[in-house]
């Protein structure tokens, strides 16, 4: 056993991937979709098993077997800044962004649940909470969506489950579909009506002055107050430009996959609000310390993303704006999850009466979309 073994030593690392095809197809300003992967990650030690994911690529299955298992087997489970610092090093020749860093989020997650299962406490309650609930918004309505189903969608948010904010895609085949981006942005604001919060992705779509200018409609013709990715969140001078110029919150960060990117993303001023995905930015470790470096930095963040995975620790960050509620991942999670939480009432609300995230995979119900 290692020296640093501590009382509970991790005895195993293990990881499946599951493909869930979408309810129709699906797609953004930039890319289409008709799956989504997931890949877990199960820790094991001192009789108890953390369960983490990440939405990616079947890819991170092998860097979880290959590099992050060596780095950690034998070492305390307690211990998960080490852990996590391990399995950074242990990538080195890899490099970190993407495929690396969403597996080393996906274990990272399985580490910290891990903990709290060990302390029979929940995570929300390891992590510290600063508030009982994270509120929550709607996000789906995809490029691909007819009128039909758009309102639909945006019936069910908010005359459903009680949502005050939620946000569609924009920037339809890379900005060349102007017209219609403000024809269903016109639309969501009738469905919603006056006082739910209306948001707008671009996935970074248009240019740079292309943006300005439908920043400035989205605001007069639908009241939007929330403009994501305008422009490419590479293009950090073009994000800075767009928020100086419009009365809109730009808001950036999705594609974060270590802590030095949301320092320079933060540093030239780009956003009004990071956001952050603790199933790529390298876990519940890392999203603490971007969210740290938003809140010094004025700023406030956001969850983007995988819901289930951030109530836990989004709670006990007083910043926080809000986490995206995302069709996609209410499905999925729905699926191949027991615990998951409920959407209603505008808030997710960790259950401090289940150890850990409190959710563990339906080994039945997932096994067909096993791959
Ligand atoms: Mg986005």
Redesign the pocket.
């Known amino acids: 056993m290692r020296e640093d073994a501590g009382a509970a030593p991790i005895t195993a690392l293990t990881t499946r991937t599951y493909t869930v095809p979408t309810d129709q197809p699906e797609a953004?300003g930039t890319l289409a979709w008709d799956a989504t992967t997931v890949v877990t990650a199960t820790v094991e030690a001192g009789g108890q098993v953390g369960l983490g994911w990440t939405y990616a690529a079947g890819a991170c299955g092998s860097v979880i077997d290959e590099k992050l298992a060596h780095a950690l087997l034998g070492r305390d489970a307690f211990a998960v800044a080490g852990s996590h610092e391990a399995m950074v090093r242990a990538c080195r020749n890899l490099g970190r962004p993407g495929i690396v860093a969403s597996a080393i989020s996906a274990v990272d997650i399985a580490l910290w649940d891990c903990k709290a299962r060990l302390l029979g406490i929940s995570l929300a309650s390891l992590f510290g909470r600063s508030a009982e609930g994270a509120p929550i918004y709607g996000s789906g309505g995809f490029t691909t969506y007819d009128d039909e189903t758009a309102r639909s969608q945006l019936e069910l948010w908010v005359d459903t489950w009680g949502l005050s904010m939620c946000k569609i895609k924009v920037g339809e085949s890379w900005g060349t579909c102007e017209g219609r981006d403000l024809r269903r942005a016109a639309l969501a604001r009738q469905v919603v009506g006056a006082e739910v919060a209306l948001f707008v992705?671009a996935?970074g779509g248009y240019s740079r002055k292309q943006a300005v200018r439908m920043g400035r409609r989205y605001l007069e013709e639908a009241a939007v107050t929330w403009f994501?990715?305008p422009v490419s969140s590479d293009d950090l001078v073009g994000l800075r430009m767009v928020r100086d110029t419009l009365d809109l919150d730009v808001a950036a960060g999705?594609y974060g996959y270590d802590e030095p990117y949301f320092a320079r993303m933060i540093g030239a001023g780009s956003v009004d609000c990071l956001?952050i995905d603790v199933t790529r930015c390298g876990g519940y470790t890392s999203w603490l310390r971007a969210a740290s470096l938003a809140g010094a930095n004025g700023l406030d963040v956001s969850g983007?993303c995988a819901p289930n995975l951030h109530a836990h620790v989004a709670v006990s960050v007083p910043h926080l704006r809000h986490i995206?509620y995302f069709h996609d991942h209410h499905r999925v999670d729905g699926l191949l999850f027991d615990g998951v939480l409920a959407p209603g009432g505008g808030f997710l609300v960790p259950d401090d009466t289940s150890p850990g995230h409190g959710m563990t995979l339906k080994e039945a119900d997932a096994a067909p979309y096993r791959r």
């Open positions: 953004d992705d996935n994501e990715e999705e956001q983007h995206e």
